[in-house]
């Protein structure tokens, strides 16, 4: 088994004049649920079509199970990419398309019913793809290429066009085959609150390139503290603070509250520090950064 499932080397990519990606780096290893996140236009979806052959590319190597992305034929379906834009003949039924992709399916593994039966479609085998919801197409989509036992399932947009519960299927689903079948999956998505919920990494992309990229939780934990202290002498407080710590963003709201954020220290820490020094502190509040506060601060070039 290769060490990667998916590894990009400096890959350039441009449309015309436009270098849409700029060098980009990126390392899928086996088991992971990989999520790539980046604003419209970044390049998410070229850098997806790259992996899967669907596009030529000016520089750089890409190495898919150990494949060039031309060479994927040879694995026998065991790479699957799912786009959000599936083409799927429209007036075939739900049940025809299935036995249809099975018979294509170089090593099929699932039967047609058992894949509407795991993306809860069984109750339109017999619709045609132009009378289902964009939602329940999406299902299709993905349950046809479930047929076979794909180790490594590349989704663009896995949530889009789905409803509350359709999403959670599908969070479901991902993680059923992670856990129980070794599937690793490369996901793209806006939703950054649905990745965070089931991804074991994340990499942004960003101009081109991947901006940031490791283990979800230690992209997590070794982000910023933000905090917020009510204190007697909070002026007093705010220049003990800059004095004593590595506090960045150090500000009074008009409240009298203090805010502020710090790397490598605790919250408990904090109030004994300004305990020590002689304050008195009623009120300390402390978040963590979640994914979208990585993104963000990501985008605009904090802790990069
Ligand atoms: N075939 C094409 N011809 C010209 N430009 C293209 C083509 N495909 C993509 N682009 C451009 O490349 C850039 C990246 O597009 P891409 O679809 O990869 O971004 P994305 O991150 O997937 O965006 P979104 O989140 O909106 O889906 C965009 O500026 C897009 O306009």
């Not at 890409?62 to 083409?87: E, K």
């Amino acid at each position: 088994m290769a060490t990667s499932v998916l590894s990009i080397n400096g890959l350039r990519k441009r449309f015309g004049a436009t270098e849409v990606l700029k060098g980009l780096n990126l390392e899928v290893i086996p088991g992971a649920i990989h999520g790539l996140v980046g604003l419209n236009g970044s390049g998410k979806t070229t850098t997806m079509e790259c992996v899967l052959g669907m596009q030529t590319f000016h520089d750089g190597e890409i190495r898919i199970m150990g494949r060039d992305p031309l060479q994927l034929w040879q694995g026998g379906g065991d790479v699957v990419g799912i786009f959000d834009n599936p083409a799927i003949h429209q007036h075939l039924t739900v049940r025809q398309v299935l036995e249809h992709a099975r018979l294509l399916c170089p090593q099929p593994c699932r039967s047609a019913s058992e894949v509407e039966r795991l993306l809860g479609i069984s109750s339109y085998s017999n619709y045609r793809i132009k009378q289902l919801s964009l939602g329940n197409r999406r299902r299709v989509s993905i349950a046809h290429a479930l047929l076979g036992q794909p180790a490594f399932i590349v989704m663009d947009e896995p949530f889009n066009g789905l409803d509350a519960g359709g999403v959670e299927d599908v969070l479901a689903l991902i993680l059923k085959l992670n856990r129980e079948e070794g599937s690793s999956f490369l996901l793209s998505s806006h939703q950054l609150a649905y990745l965070e919920r089931i991804c074991t990494h994340i990499s942004i992309l960003h101009q081109g390139r991947i901006s940031r990229s490791g283990q979800l939780k230690e992209l997590v934990s070794t982000q910023q503290l933000q905090l917020t202290i009510v204190c007697d002498r909070p002026e007093a407080a705010q220049a003990f603070l800059a004095h004593h710590t590595k506090a960045e963003d150090l500000t009074i709201d008009s409240a009298g509250r203090l805010t502020l954020k710090l790397e490598n220290m605790q919250a408990a820490e904090i109030n004994r520090l300004l305990v020590n020094g002689g304050f008195a502190v009623s009120e300390l509040g402390a978040k963590t950064q979640d994914l979208s506060q990585i993104f963000h601060d990501s985008l605009t070039g904090r802790a990069l």
